[in-house]
C-alpha cells in the first residue's frame, strides 16, 4: 500500500499562484507514474498532468498547459503542481495519485492506482 497526502490548497485571489505538494509513503513500483487531477463541484475528476520519474516525462492537459507545472523529487517521493494565473474556473479539489502505467500521450483514472484525500482549491473573483 502506498499512501498519498496532499497539501498547498487553500484560497487565493485571481492571478494568484499555489503550489500544490503529494507526499508519498514510500517509493515502489507503484509510484512510478504521479499525476493531478481535480474535480470541481458537481463536475466529473479531470486529468490535469502526469510525470515519469524524469521531468522530461511530464505531460499536461491542454487546459493547463502553460499554467501548471508537475514535477518530482523522485529520491524524496514528492510530487508538486505549480499553479500560476490562477482562474475561478480552477475551483475544485485536488487529487494526487500514484501508478504504475507510463503512457506516451495522455493517462486517465485507470492508470492510478493510489489516490490521496485531496486538498481544496478556491480561486475568487
Known amino acids: 500500500q502506498v499512501q498519498l497526502v496532499e497539501s498547498g490548497g487553500g484560497l487565493v485571489q485571481t492571478g494568484a499562484s499555489l503550489r500544490l505538494t503529494c507526499a508519498a509513503s514510500?517509493?515502489?513500483?507503484?509510484?512510478?507514474?504521479m499525476g493531478w487531477f481535480r474535480q470541481a463541484a458537481g463536475m466529473e475528476r479531470e486529468y490535469l498532468a502526469a510525470i515519469g520519474v524524469t521531468d522530461s516525462s511530464a505531460d499536461y492537459a491542454s487546459s493547463v498547459t502553460g499554467r501548471f507545472t508537475i514535477f518530482r523529487d523522485y529520491a524524496n517521493n514528492v510530487v508538486y503542481l505549480q499553479m500560476n494565473k490562477l482562474k475561478p474556473e480552477d475551483t475544485a479539489v485536488y487529487y494526487c495519485?500514484?501508478?504504475?502505467?507510463?503512457?506516451?500521450?495522455?493517462?486517465?483514472?485507470?492508470?492510478?492506482?493510489?489516490w490521496g484525500q485531496g486538498t481544496q482549491v478556491t480561486v475568487s473573483s
Open positions: 514510500r517509493r515502489s513500483y507503484d509510484t512510478i507514474v
Open positions: 495519485a500514484a501508478g504504475s502505467t507510463l503512457s506516451s500521450g495522455s493517462y486517465a483514472q485507470d492508470d492510478f492506482t493510489y
